[in-house]
């Protein structure tokens, strides 16, 4: 019997779990930076983008597999299978002329490590990786230190020693 009742009180709770859990993401006390208040299942309208940043100064990487940030406009460039306008200037022959960064050696890979004579097919649709940027404020708060920031802030604060 004391079992029994046992049971009914979990079985209860986890009513209770799944009931809350469905609960929160429908209502609309429920606010998210990117969206507003809109639920989770609800469509919001994207806003509207801005200019982006073309001032063509390169940017720190962050870390030392960070695909660096693209510092000019990429509107209206062609990428697909007949063209690719980013390799137009990008690829390792034009460069001299267009006076772009050559892409690396790693987007000439296969994943099996083998270097072919054109972009590999994993590297060729740019923007996956490569983003050009926004002057908008970030709507998530982001701490990131690169290491060559914590190494300062380590010895700056005398904590080098230490940890
Ligand atoms: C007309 C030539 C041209 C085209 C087309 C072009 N770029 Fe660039 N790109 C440059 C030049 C020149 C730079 C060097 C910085 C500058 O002058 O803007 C550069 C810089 C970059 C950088 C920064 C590299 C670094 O080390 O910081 C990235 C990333 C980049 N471009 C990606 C792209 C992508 C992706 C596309 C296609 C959507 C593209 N570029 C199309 C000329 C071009
Ligand atoms: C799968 C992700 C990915 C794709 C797709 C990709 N890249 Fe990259 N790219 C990176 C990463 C990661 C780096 C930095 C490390 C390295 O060189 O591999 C980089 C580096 C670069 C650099 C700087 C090279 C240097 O020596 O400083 C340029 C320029 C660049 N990419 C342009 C391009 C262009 C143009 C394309 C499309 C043809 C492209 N990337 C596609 C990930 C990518």
Not at 1 to 9: A, C, E, P, T, Y
Not at 50 to 78: F, K, L, S
Not at 96 to 110: D, F, L, N
Request: a positive charge; glycine letters at 6%.
């Amino acid at each position: 019997m004391k079992f029994i009742r046992l049971l009914s009180v979990v079985w209860a709770l986890m009513i209770g779990a799944a009931w809350a859990a469905d609960s929160v993401p429908t209502g609309h006390s429920f606010h998210d930076n990117a969206r507003g208040p809109a639920g989770i299942m609800e469509m919001t309208k994207p806003p509207v983008l801005g200019n982006a940043i073309n001032d063509d100064v390169r940017r720190t990487r962050n870390y030392t597999w960070q695909p660096p940030t693209i510092p000019h406009r990429v509107d209206g460039y062609q990428v697909d299978k007949n063209f690719n306008k980013c390799m137009d200037c990008h690829s390792r022959a034009k460069a001299e002329v267009s006076q772009a960064v050559p892409v690396s050696i790693t987007h000439y890979m296969t994943r099996e490590g083998q270097t072919l004579g054109q972009v590999s097919t994993r590297r060729y649709f740019c923007m996956q990786c490569h983003v050009s940027q926004e002057n908008a404020r970030p709507i998530v708060e982001n701490k990131f230190m690169d290491v060559d920031s914590l190494i300062l802030k380590r010895a700056s604060t005398g904590n080098a020693a230490k940890r």
